[in-house]
């Protein structure tokens, strides 16, 4: 295992971790995500983004659906899919 230090202006070292605090990470794991991905795509390839309240909200959907607290219509099949949309 190896250790990089590195020195970064204090005020970005304190918001990107406000930032990956929301997003579930911690600095370690950040890079390390982002040095893995370099190595597999030879590029600078991601951006990762908080979600919008548009998407939070259809997250919550997506959990009160699957938790059975809201009733939805649920398929079986593409095929049962499509005949419902006419397509």
């Given at each position: 295992?190896?250790?990089?230090?590195?020195?970064?202006d204090d005020e970005?070292?304190?918001?990107s971790?406000?930032?990956?605090?929301?997003?579930?990470?911690?600095?370690t794991?950040?890079?390390?995500?982002?040095?893995?991905?370099?190595?597999?795509?030879?590029?600078?390839?991601?951006?990762?983004?908080?979600?919008?309240?548009?998407?939070l909200?259809?997250f919550d959907?997506?959990?009160?659906?699957?938790?059975?607290?809201?009733s939805?219509?649920?398929?079986t099949?593409?095929?049962e899919?499509?005949?419902?949309?006419?397509v």
């Amino acid at each position: 295992m190896a250790t990089i230090n590195i020195r970064i202006d204090d005020e970005l070292k304190m918001e990107s971790e406000k930032v990956l605090s929301e997003l579930g990470l911690g600095m370690t794991a950040a890079l390390t995500i982002f040095l893995k991905t370099v190595v597999r795509t030879n590029s600078i390839p991601f951006q990762l983004e908080i979600p919008n309240k548009q998407t939070l909200k259809s997250f919550d959907e997506i959990e009160k659906i699957s938790s059975g607290k809201v009733s939805a219509k649920r398929y079986t099949s593409t095929d049962e899919l499509r005949k419902d949309l006419k397509v």
